[in-house]
């Protein structure tokens, strides 16, 4: 990403206040993101996207209502160009992300620290 690229629209997607809260404040002191909404679950999730047309979203993908890995398949379906990065704590969450490829373009694991997620994200962009 270039300097003249404009900046990322990020959409966070977790069932925990806490993470939602301390990610959308620390990516949003980012140069290149623009726009951190959040979601609770992957219902919400798609309602947002339809929205908010992001660039990005951080996906956990164990929540309630709807997980992320239907979240995520639902969005690439309707939003091919939107770029997932699963955020999970989940045992085996990596290897699942990597082997269902093809609705997840990254992941990142909840106990690296915040600099991993937002070079995942931009990674992706």
């Known amino acids: 990403m270039t300097s003249s690229t404009k900046t990322l629209r990020v959409l966070v997607v977790d069932d925990h206040e806490l993470t939602r809260c301390t990610l959308q404040l620390a990516l949003s002191l980012q140069a290149c993101i623009g726009y951190v909404e959040v979601a609770t679950n992957g219902k919400e999730a798609i309602a947002k996207v339809n929205k908010h ?17 239907t979240a995520s398949s639902v969005i690439k379906t309707q939003y091919p160009h939107v770029k997932i990065v699963a955020y ?29 997620l937002i070079e995942a994200i931009k990674s992706v962009a």
């Open 53 to 69: 047309n992001p660039d990005v979203v951080v996906m956990d993908l164990h929540m309630p209502v709807m997980d992320g890995w």
């Open 88 to 116: 999970s704590a989940a045992d085996g969450g990596k290897s699942q992300a990597i082997s269902n490829g093809a609705v997840i373009d990254a992941f990142c694991d909840k106990g690296a620290c915040t600099r991993s």
